[in-house]
């Protein structure tokens, strides 16, 4: 079946350098993507959003950028900082009513 | 966790026991889904309703059941049939509304069974 899904499980950086999340999504029609964060024991908070017809969007900090032509979503961290720490997902519409196919998640450690 | 609120934060689960999680929202959304979340990995779909007095199965709905009587609540009714509920409840709310399909999260229940 098609699905979304992540090339890194784990993610260690340098505080202040910038933060690279990929993500890889099989289902070329989708059009609609969204990242989340997810800090323990609380639920993900949205974080960004884009649509097929665009290839980036910035955001505070954050920019997210969708290659089409191999089918791969990546989310930009400029200046990570400790409160960045954090489980971060993506998420893909289906094609059919307003339900998001998730990803399996990548976790980001901002190392002092 | 914006206007969408779950209770208990924490639950304790019996053997042969049904319990249930709520989930409220006060956004006005048309839409409301359920989600269950196991360690180190991502949301899986148990239940969703797009309104009031109907719903669907997602991917994992064997075990579980909803209601939607209200358009702010969606409770999930975890029953003895789900031999392997411990995990993190996940609610999320959304309107119905092409163009704007972002979910927004509570902030969870964690089950587990004694």
């Known amino acids: 079946g098609e699905s979304v899904g992540l090339h890194l499980p784990t993610l260690s950086v340098q505080e202040g350098d910038n933060s690279i999340i990929n993500c890889a999504y099989s289902n070329s029609a989708s059009d609609y993507f969204i990242w989340y964060k997810q800090e323990s024991g609380k639920g993900p908070q949205f974080i960004i959003d884009?649509?097929?017809?665009?290839d980036k969007r910035q955001g505070q900090r954050v920019t997210v950028l969708l290659n089409k032509t191999v089918k791969h979503l990546s989310l930009q961290i400029a200046a990570t900082q400790p409160g960045d720490s954090a489980v971060y997902f993506c998420a893909e519409l289906r094609n059919a009513g307003n339900m998001l196919t998730f990803g399996g998640g990548t976790r980001l450690m901002v190392k002092p | 966790d914006g206007g969408i609120t779950q209770s208990p934060k924490y639950l304790f689960r019996k053997e042969g026991q049904n319990v249930t999680l709520s989930c409220e929202q006060n956004l006005n959304h048309d839409a409301m889904y359920w989600y269950r979340q196991d360690p180190g990995q991502g949301l899986r779909l148990i239940y969703y309703?797009?309104?009031?007095?109907?719903?669907q199965k997602g991917d994992i709905a064997e075990g579980y059941s909803v209601s939607r009587e209200k358009k702010e609540s969606f409770p999930l009714t975890v029953t003895s049939a789900q031999k392997n509920p411990t995990a993190f409840y996940l609610c999320?709310?959304?309107?119905?509304?092409?163009?704007?399909?972002?979910?927004?999260f509570g902030p969870g229940t964690r089950l587990l069974v004694l």
């Open positions: 309703s797009q309104i009031v007095n109907d719903f």
């Open positions: 884009i649509r097929s017809n665009m």
């Open positions: 999320a709310s959304s309107i119905v509304l092409a163009g704007d399909e972002t979910q927004y």
